[in-house]
T-cell receptor, first 113, second 114 residues
């Protein structure tokens, strides 16, 4: 069975600090996709990134970066120089084949001014 | 392009009643999925539809049902409501039914069961 674990339930930092959100997943398959979504207070989840299991290249998009390591089954997300607008709940998710998308429990990130 | 639209935004029901939630996907999207979000259980998958066919189903009792119409709009129904059904119900759409599809979410329907 697939499982996604986000051990950090809540994180609170001061603006401009760097913060890393951890995501560990479990699957026996070799082909799968990993995702990160952001849920602001308005409620709708917003797609941030997807990564397939064969692409271990790290990715950087502005202040956001993602570190995918198959050896440790982790897909961590780092926000550099955090801003108040980054405050949200962040979800990591896993999908393989035609099966359902499985979400982690989410990490509530609060950026204090 | 309009985003995913869910109606109603808020709903208050009493135990034993039934409820129908509606979801209009982004124009051209043929896949719709539903999720239940609660503080205790997080995001739980309910169903996934593509071309009017249910492709995946989560571990929910038979009181939860859904369907998709020929225009890709989807509805989910919960019968004999229980207090534990109080949750944010999120709908998401994607162009196709594929492993790597990113989902576009609506703002959800907040259901309160009294």
């Amino acid at each position: 069975a697939q499982k996604v674990t986000q051990a950090q339930t809540e994180i609170s930092v001061v603006e401009k600090e760097d913060v890393t959100l951890d995501c560990v997943y479990e699957t026996r398959d070799t082909t799968y996709y990993l995702f990160w979504y952001k849920q602001p207070p308005s409620g709708e989840l917003v797609f941030l990134i997807r990564r397939n299991s064969f692409d271990e290249q790290n990715e950087i998009s502005g202040r956001y970066s993602w570190n995918f390591q198959k050896s440790t089954s982790s897909f961590n997300f780092t926000i550099t120089a955090s801003q108040v607008v980054d405050s949200a709940v962040y979800f990591c998710a896993l999908r393989k084949g035609a099966q359902k998308l499985v979400f982690g429990q989410g990490t509530r990130l609060t950026i204090n001014p | 392009k309009a985003g995913v639209t869910q109606t109603p935004r808020y709903l208050i029901k009493t135990r034993g009643q039934q409820v129908t939630l509606s979801c209009s996907p982004i124009s051209g999207h043929r896949s719709v999925s539903w999720y239940q979000q609660t503080p205790g259980q997080g995001l739980q998958f309910l169903f996934e539809y593509f071309s009017e066919t249910q492709r995946n189903k989560g571990n929910f009792p038979g009181r939860f049902s859904g369907r998709q119409f020929s225009n890709s709009r989807s509805e989910m129904n919960v019968s004999t409501l229980e207090l534990g059904d109080s949750a944010l119900y999120l709908c998401a759409s994607s162009p196709d039914f594929a492993t790597n599809e990113k989902l576009f979410f609506g703002s959800g329907t907040q259901l309160s069961v009294l």
